[in-house]
């Protein structure tokens, strides 16, 4: 079955640097990888998509790339600031196209 | 443009008692998705829907769940006879109807249910 996993559970940068954020996955080749935010007590917010013939993909303070090579994705928020801070989650549908797998998430915390 | 809802927003029932947790999608949204999500573990995916159709509730336990989403009104996840390990967030996602079924989904707030 697909796994995913999201190597940091923590990461604490300050505020102005760039955040990197892993993503590897296994078992499956997906055409598409997604990333969401979710704050303490909300749901998970749409954030990126990126596709299999797709290198990088960016939305203002955001990028993701998609390595399917290595089957791994990373997500960069550059000027990060503390409202930034967060649990970024990694998601990519099954082969059946039916459900999400979400990652375990890495929770950002950006300091000022 | 009203997101997904989710009622009620907190849930406390006591062993043995039903839990009942309803979903409205997005205005348009025709695919329902429900997601557990337990202390400290990532979101688990239960079961997918669309309108009067279960299409895949390969992550929903056999017994005492249940999911429907009739031709009208909400989608609603019940949970019967509940245990203290049905202590969860529960989310419900929407996505709209599109030949690429790789959509984004759009969460609710979510359910928290807790079991005394």
Redesign the interface.
Known sequence: SQKIEQNSEALNIQEGKTATLTCNYTNYSP??L?W?RQDP??????LL?IRENEKEKRKERLKVTFDTTLKQSLFHITASQPADSATY?CAL??Q??????????TTLSVSS | NAG?MQNPRHLVRRRGQEARLRCSPMKGHSHV?W?RQLPE?????MV?LQKENI??E??MPKERFSAEFPKEGPSILRIQQVVRGDSAAY?C?SSPPAAD??N???????TRLTVL
């Open positions: 055409a598409y997604q969401y007590g909300r749901g998970p917010v749409f998509l989650l549908y099954n059946a196209g039916t459900a999400l797998i979400f990652g375990k998430g | 997904v998705y997601y573990e990532g979101l688990k995916f997918y299409i895949d390969s992550g989310f996602a079924s790789y984004e989904q759009f969460f609710g707030p979510g």
